[in-house]
């Protein structure tokens, strides 16, 4: 199968890079900059991308390529820090911008020579996304220049013979014009890629590379009945049939009837589910815990325990797998990556896990891909197109200390705001809505007497991906009437917020 290799210098849009090409239907994935040569040519890709990254290339210690990447003969896009990489490495010089007007951030007309394979067939000019400081002072020889601003002559440079490209600007993010079109360009006119990754030959792969490692062996799923675990169990099905149990682990930190649905939903499978209450241990062992990365690693070592306990019930039990997708693994953090949060079921595992092994068959996913492959495998719509519900559920929902009292009002101002959103016929316009319960009190007025009680905040993003998302712009309408609602129906809550907070800065839990 053709594949794109993306090296990650540590820029912030390195994902957004993946999207991009896959989104041309190209395999893609992202590597460390540190992979060896070795490694490199093992994986074979048609093409290699270079990400942005915070560094200057001349700094000491600043991160570079493997030795010899340059001779392997496959071509190479690099992006903003990438591109100044080709020039540094490649005989050309980088310096940094001595004044402002050769530093450049964010949308800058730009003028393109679509004679070169990657703006072929683009407009002349268009807006690019700029965010650098260093700029290219010499083009290496055997480079032309096939982009400029008016603050910059090399925007973009190219090495045709060799299939080396250099843009300085972002052309994976949103605000650059035709940005996909020029990765697409890179992909298809350079590389020579074909667009083989289709949801079908991923799912055909999977099963295959599935049944392979299964054997006759037997798999335990941890389902929570959202989306990715739904679709790992139908890929499972599909592979390995009755070998398959689904645990639906019922930690007491369900929305409002959720178990219950949750339960019927698949009891309409043919797959063996059993459904495990372990509402004491969860929260047993997170009695008095306030720190949300703490209160992460128990929800996951809680899990593992009851996946443990099961599989020994039911004896010989090889495999667990989990409905982990890339972005979790991503945020979970690996190798020098920041830990943004440690997904339970990514970061959260324990040391110690008594299976053979952890199978994790969307593992390189992203969310629409697993909704795509999920109804490629055929599920229902109110399967695959539910909203995602985290792992550790309403846990981290419920800021602070974990009590039944609060689990209790949080499920009621959640049902309330997810009903309303429903009546409304909104829920098509937020990819994620939810209510938290803070551990802020304050002071009120009911009827005529004082109270002093809990806020509630109402959080609702729009994203393609979770990786980044914007606030939804709920009408005021619904927003009042959910407010009103939750403060008469609720007990102990005498305040509603609405987040109106974008990731970044924020995540889009509130733990
Ligand atoms: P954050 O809060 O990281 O959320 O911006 C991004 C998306 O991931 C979901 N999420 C999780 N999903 N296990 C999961 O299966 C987890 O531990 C977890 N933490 C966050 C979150 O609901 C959002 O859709």
Redesign the pocket.
Known sequence: MEKVLILDFGGQYNQLIARRVRECHVYCEVRPYTMALAEIKAFDPVGIIFTGGPDSVYAKDSYHPAQGIFELGIPILGICYGCQLLAHHLGGEVTAAQDDSAREYGKTATVFDNSTPLFADLPETGVTWMSHGDYMARVPDGFRLVAHSANCPNVAICDEKKGFYGVQFHPEVAHTENGSAMIRNFLYRVCGAKGEWTMESYKERTIAEIRKKIGTGSVLLAL?G?V??SVCAALLAEAVGQQLTCVFVDHGMMRKNEGDEVEAAFSKWNIHLIRVNAKELFLGNLAGVTEPEEK?KI??EAFIRVFEKEGQRIGHVDYLAQ???Y??VI?SGKGDAAV???????G?LPDYVDFKEIVEPLHNLF?DEVRELGRDLGLPSYLVDR??????GLG?RVIGEITEEKLDMLREADAIFREEVEKAGLSHTM??Y?AALTNMRSVGVMGDGRTYDYAVALRS?TTED??T?EWTRIPYELLDKVSTRIVNEVPHVNRVLYDVTG?PP??????
């Open positions: 929570s959202g990715d675990s992460r929800i996951g409905g982990t997708i972005p979790d945020e943004i949060k440690s997904h339970h079921n990514v959260g969310k909203q995602p519900f985290p792992g550790p981290i990819s994620q939810f993003v979770f990786m998302a990731k924020a995540t889009v839990e509130f733990e």
